[in-house]
């Protein structure tokens, strides 16, 4: 089972994309965030004619929402609710259970006494945190997946010391993610494969010409697993040649496979 998680920026700005990434990737299960359409308006049939023809979507207008489709039937799980903001969706395939979140950016003061939407990020954190540890058990396998914006280790961004003091990666925030994944002890996919000690980043700000250039990155987008699964994920990868698209979203797909019975 290939599973891809993508913050696409708006979906009825990416079909191209998401053509291109459905046709070269293959996922089998493929979570969005920051859709920003309402259910209403989400393009069922564009995924419907590659395959995709069972859905969850939670929408919102203009901003955040998030969606799963699939080409594997699933069960709809229950949502984590965050000030009734659509930040999460939660299917079932067999016995995985897969999370889609789309943490909220938090502003650019991190603060929370001067900035509100730091706080809210923060707060949101926690309550997934708790959600986990108090609904979830550390051997159920579990899949948790999507925008979470924070990264978290130091070449996780292209200069820890200058982004300390730098919303995504100051240690509050590192701190609560950190909270999150030791809730029911979550292995991280992409560093399961790759080095701690070399740099990945999954975005790329717009404000840079020439973004391979300068390769300002930050590794946003994360999959967290439950050591259950562990045996099971053979292959993790971030594509960022996506962000070369033409129109591209500012992050980039991450991919994984697990092999399950």
């Known amino acids: 089972m290939k599973i891809v998680t993508w913050n696409v920026n708006s979906i009825r700005s990416r079909f191209e994309s998401a053509k291109k990434v459905i ?4 996922p089998d299960v493929l979570c969005l965030q920051e859709i920003k359409v309402i259910d209403d308006l989400f393009p069922y049939d564009f995924f419907k004619s590659h395959g995709y023809n ?14 799963i489709l699939s080409k594997i039937p699933f069960l709809l799980q229950e949502n984590i609710s965050f000030k ?5 969706l939660s299917i079932k395939i067999k016995d995985v259970e897969i999370h889609n979140l789309y943490v909220p950016a938090g ?17 949101f954190i926690d309550s997934v945190k708790k959600w986990f540890k108090y609904n979830k058990k550390a051997t159920d396998k579990i899949v948790v997946l999507g925008d979470l914006n924070v990264a978290p280790l130091e070449n996780d961004v292209w200069s820890h010391k200058q982004l300390l003091k730098v919303v995504s990666h100051t240690p509050i925030e590192v701190e609560k993610y ?24 999954s975005w790329w700000s ?3 010409r020439d973004w391979r250039k300068s390769n300002r990155g930050r590794r946003l987008d994360h999959i967290l697993l439950t050591e259950s699964l562990k045996k099971h994920l053979k292959f993790a990868n971030i594509y960022k040649d996506v962000r070369d698209y033409e129109r591209p ?13």
């Open 178 to 201: 950190n909270n999150l994944q030791n809730s029911l002890g979550f292995f991280d996919a992409n560093r399961h494969f790759i080095s701690k000690e070399e740099k990945l980043y």
């Open 54 to 67: 069972y859905n969850a979507v939670r929408g919102q207008t203009s901003y955040n929402g998030v969606a």
């Open 107 to 123: 502003g650019d003061i991190p603060d929370p006494e001067l900035n509100p939407k730091f706080a809210d990020k923060l707060e």
């Open 23 to 26: 046709e070269s990737l293959k």
């Open 249 to 261: 979203s500012d992050h980039v797909p991450v991919l994984i496979k697990l092999e399950c019975a």
């Open 206 to 208: 717009y404000r840079n």
């Open 84 to 88: 009734k903001e659509a930040r999460h």
